[in-house]
């Protein structure tokens, strides 16, 4: 039998390696540190609107 005669080992692909715990704790805090950070200044800056239409009636 020769080298081109022997049939091709299938490949099988594996899943990614998983992140670490510790990994995935900082990207959700991060993440969650974002989100209310964004509520946040949206919060303030609809009672900054708030106290200026009422200033400016």
């Not at 091709?8 to 670490?20: A, D, G, K, L």
């Not at 509520?39 to 106290?51: D, I, R």
Request: a positive charge; glycine letters at 8%.
């Amino acid at each position: 039998m020769t080298n081109t005669d022997t049939p091709v080992p299938s490949r099988v692909t594996s899943s990614p390696p998983r992140r670490s715990a510790g990994i995935r704790r900082l990207r959700c805090t991060v993440a969650l540190a974002l989100v209310r950070g964004a509520a946040h200044a949206t919060g303030a800056g609809l009672v900054g609107l708030l106290f200026w239409w009422i200033t400016h009636r």
